[in-house]
């Protein structure tokens, strides 16, 4: 009798694990640095067939976005790299971590609970890769990350700061921006998953299309003898971004082959907003009147939808094909939606996130993302010379957006339903809106101790870590 019940046991807590290791979905984020909202050769917005590119081509990426859901008003979390790194791995906004540049010293908390630790709680057999450009200055193991390149930034993917020519004339490489070497590492984290019969979390972050511009000769030989575009004519950039689009193909046939779209969701989206021109220039907050992003406003650095609104897609079990949702998300709803997605609810979800799941938006149950705010906020409290170069602040609220520039007080208003290219200014007409809105950032900025706007733009020369507060880094301290 004894032996009976301690075989039923045995067979019970096989079939427990079996059913645990087979059941628990994968995760796969693609992570691209720099990608432009209209840089592919697909427009993110059906009903804007003009949003993409006229010159560069991007098959690959295209194909992965059309086997889901795309998303018309995607959002990265700030208009700059890092920032949206730390708020894609803990589901909160740049503000409220402490982290609002890209560069240079910063304020981030780093005690955070990150998507990999959330899944091994739900299930320890997770499998968890960090591959590529990580810019978060803590290991990735500290996160519970089993496979990862450690604390890299820019510098693996080749980054010349101050060398103008090296940067944005370009060079050809074997591997250019490890494209190569960085897919077939992912493609064997995905064989060496489904040989161990173990869910997994894979993010791969590519250091491309950041600069410098490198590229293969093949691309090159190919992109430069191609009739150039009257949006975008730059044939270094078209061979580096066709060289990633190649490498997210030969990922996909691997994806293919190993049959692991059934139980598999895949997140395809970027850091920022693509440059707002190429070569890089000082603008000072002129527009510019083409770029990677347009037919938005500007890009990279600034909270005008060039440098925040991004190609974002999701793709996966439930997720009607070549689909499209107008309904804003960001950055960090991604932590929420891996979460409920593997536990069924949101139940148990760390305290303070900005972030709401997706889940209910992908498998079309409603057009509404479940968030503690309403409001989307965005914030970027710094000078900087090639963007607007004035401390600025950003809300959405439905289509109404507002910027605020707390320094000089003036307020830029717009209907992005109507206007997402934010040529015409509403802030004089509908006063009363920009007061809530102001308001509502106010108490945001100040509810989650936000960073004031800096005083100096001195990252360059601080030679600061990055792991203390600086001098100049005070308060906001509201109105």
């Not at 293919?256 to 139980?263: C, G, K, P, R």
């Not at 938006?361 to 503690?372: N, P």
Request: proline content about 6%.
């Amino acid at each position: 009798m004894t032996q009976d019940i301690l075989r039923i046991c045995v067979f019970l807590a096989t079939m427990i694990h079996l059913q645990t290791a087979f059941s628990s979905p994968n995760f796969i984020v693609i992570l691209v640095d720099d990608l432009g909202w209209s840089s592919l050769s697909t427009s993110m917005d059906k009903r804007s067939p003009d949003a993409r590119s006229d010159y560069y081509k991007t098959p690959n990426i295209d194909a992965l976005i059309e086997m889901g859901m795309r998303f018309s008003n995607g959002y990265a979390a700030s208009p700059v790299c890092a920032p949206t790194r730390y708020s894609l791995q803990f589901g909160k906004t740049p503000a409220r971590i402490g982290i609002t540049r890209g560069l240079g010293p910063n304020n981030a908390k780093h005690d955070q609970i990150g998507i990999p630790q959330l899944l091994k709680r739900l299930d320890p057999r997770y499998r968890t890769a960090h591959l590529g450009k990580w810019h978060i200055d803590e290991d990735p193991s500290r996160y519970g990350y089993d496979l990862h390149d450690g604390i890299t930034k820019n510098k693996p993917g080749g980054f010349t700061l101050g060398n103008h020519k090296r940067q944005w004339k370009g060079y050809a490489e074997k591997d250019p921006k490890r494209i190569e070497s960085l897919t077939n590492r992912a493609i064997e984290f995905l064989r060496e998953s489904v040989t161990q019969e173990r869910p997994f979390f894979l993010q791969l972050s590519h250091y491309a299309v950041h600069s410098d511009i490198v590229f293969s000769d093949k691309s090159f030989d190919t992109t430069s003898t191609r009739l150039k575009g009257s949006l975008h004519s730059n044939a270094g950039y078209a061979a580096m971004l066709e060289d990633l689009d190649d490498s997210i193909g030969v990922f996909l046939q691997s994806f293919e082959n190993l049959d692991l779209s059934s139980n598999t969701y895949i997140f395809f989206t970027s850091d920022n907003g693509g440059m707002p021109i190429l070569p890089q220039q000082t603008n000072l907050g002129m527009p510019y009147t083409s770029g990677l992003n347009s037919p938005l406003l500007r890009g990279k650095w600034d909270l005008t939808e060039g440098g925040i609104r991004v190609p974002f897609a999701v793709i996966g079990p439930g997720v009607e094909v070549n689909s499209q949702v107008d309904t804003p998300v960001v950055t960090y709803d991604i932590l929420p939606t891996i979460y409920e997605l593997v536990s069924g609810s949101t139940d148990g979800l760390p305290e303070g996130l900005d972030g709401g799941s997706l889940i209910d938006l992908i498998t079309g149950k409603s057009e509404v993302v479940e968030r503690h705010s309403k409001y989307l906020v965005f914030h970027y409290p710094h000078y900087n010379r090639v963007g607007i170069n004035e401390p600025h602040s950003s809300i959405r609220d439905g289509n109404i957006k507002l910027i605020h520039f707390p320094v000089s007080k003036r307020n830029l208003l717009f209907d992005l339903g109507a206007d997402p290219g934010e040529r015409n200014n509403l802030a004089v007409k509908q006063k009363h809106l920009v007061d809530v809105l102001d308001y509502e950032l106010t108490n945001y900025l100040l509810l989650v101790d936000a960073e004031r706007p800096e005083e100096v733009f001195n990252w360059r020369t601080t030679g600061q870590s990055g792991r203390v507060r600086t001098h100049f880094f005070q308060r906001y301290e509201g109105k």
